[in-house]
């Protein structure tokens, strides 16, 4: 943790936004920030470090708090939530958690770690046992097909009959979930989630070896949208951009993974496995329909549960 505090990394994304000096003096200070954090670590320590900053502060962090708002204030919660009750942890309105809700959220940070650590390992491989280059370009000089890998990987190694085993885990974890909410965007069997999570936001960085400024924007951005696309909220800071998102997500969850298999939802409106009507967000004839179709999905879900869980009882 002092190595991770001994690294300005707050004042690489602050510095430029919060200033109030010109342009150019923000510009000459992002530039003195980071060339003073190249030249005093590791390339591998700024890469590692900078990927677990990025991620705790843009991502783990804010789930944490949104999955606290859930559990101690359920009345206010569920004022802001799509699904209600439903949507946050554990399907209802409690004020004391569960073990099972603590179990995934504790799956889904350490699924978060080991996508870290296996960064770690494969750029220690690279630099040090192999002598290579390192994947990303960790320079002094400032940098002047995440869609398509996430869709392909969720839809065809996760959700076909040409793997069942990998389609099994993920069933069994992530689609056991009534409703995303916050810190289950990494929540999932260990394989399936280096599959489908980690390989398509890892993978494009090092196709193009990203400069390591360029990897930790490219990060920040993914890590906001999984932040709030899972929260399971229906007010998003960006309506929308963020609301398209968290409403293909919670489709997908809840009408059993019959499509919105990527994020964005353009391959799956190349590949016609858009679910409910995607183009809504500025009509409101449209956007009833699609509350209907968000209704509709979470009524199916709830039948899931409840057989199953009638099923669970009958065998004991």
């Not at 690489?12 to 200033?19: E, G």
């Not at 690279?126 to 940098?143: D, E, F, I, M, N």
Request: hydrophobic share 45%.
């Amino acid at each position: 943790m002092e190595a991770l505090f001994s690294i300005p990394m707050l004042s690489i994304f602050l510095v430029p936004v919060l200033s109030s000096y010109s342009t150019s003096l923000n510009l000459l200070f992002f530039y003195l920030t980071w060339s003073t954090l190249v030249l005093s670590h590791s390339r591998l320590r700024v890469e590692l470090f900078g990927t677990i900053a990025v991620r705790f502060l843009f991502y783990a962090l804010p789930s944490i708090i949104f999955f606290l708002f859930d559990i101690l204030t359920p009345s206010a919660a569920i004022l802001i939530k799509a699904h209600g009750a439903a949507g946050l942890p554990g399907g209802r309105r409690r004020r004391r958690i569960h073990s099972k809700e603590l179990k995934i959220a504790a799956w889904g940070l350490f699924n978060l770690c080991l996508g870290i650590a296996v960064q770690g390992v494969l750029e220690t491989v690279l630099v040090h046992t192999l002598g290579k280059r390192s994947a990303l370009k960790v320079s002094l000089k400032l940098p002047m097909p995440f869609e398509f890998l996430t869709y392909a990987l969720h839809r065809y190694a996760l959700h076909s009959r040409w793997s069942p085993v990998l389609a099994k885990w993920h069933r069994s974890w992530y689609h056991s979930l009534p409703a995303p909410f916050p810190l289950t965007a990494h929540y999932d069997h260990p394989v399936p989630y280096l599959i489908t999570k980690f390989t398509p936001t890892y993978a494009p960085a090092i196709i193009f070896r990203f400069h390591m400024l360029t990897y930790l924007l490219y990060l920040l951005f993914i890590s906001l949208e999984e932040t709030f696309a899972y929260s399971g909220y229906t007010v998003m800071p960006t309506k929308l951009f963020l609301g398209g998102i968290a409403r293909r997500t919670d489709m997908h969850l809840l009408m059993g993974a019959k499509g919105n298999f990527g994020p964005w939802g353009i391959m799956d409106w190349i590949f016609g496995t858009v679910l409910g009507d995607s183009s809504s967000d500025g009509n409101s004839s449209d956007e009833s329909d699609e509350q209907q179709d968000m209704r509709r999905a979470y009524e199916a879900s709830k039948r899931k549960a409840q057989i199953g869980s009638s099923a669970k009882n009958r065998r004991r």
